[in-house]
């Protein structure tokens, strides 16, 4: 697949990213590359192949969950750097 400089324009564009007329060049070379290769991918038979989930063939231990013993309001403010009573005091976020 041939990646013209109108795409290449356009991709930056939504990207936010700036190209001089040289590296458009060269990055429509190396786009077009890529999906030549990806191209190559869909060639490959994958009809016994069974779908991933992970890449890991390790299997998590899950434990069944159990209450235990909780905080009381008291000692979970405890060692907040700034509270309002009974409450967590943070820095405002918005505007």
């Known amino acids: ?24 060049e060269k990055m429509s070379k190396d786009m077009s590359q890529i999906l030549d290769w990806v191209e190559q991918l869909n060639e490959v038979d994958t009809s016994n192949v069974e779908p991933l989930t992970t890449m890991s063939s390790e299997v998590n231990d899950l434990r069944e969950d159990k209450v235990g013993p909780l905080l009381d309001h008291e ?17 405002k976020v918005l505007e």
């Open 1 to 24: 697949m041939k990646i013209n400089k109108d795409s290449i324009k356009k991709i930056a564009h939504l990207a936010r990213l700036e190209f001089d007329e040289g590296s458009a």
């Open 75 to 91: 000692a979970g403010l405890k060692n907040a750097p700034k509270r309002d009573s009974d409450f967590f005091r943070v820095p």
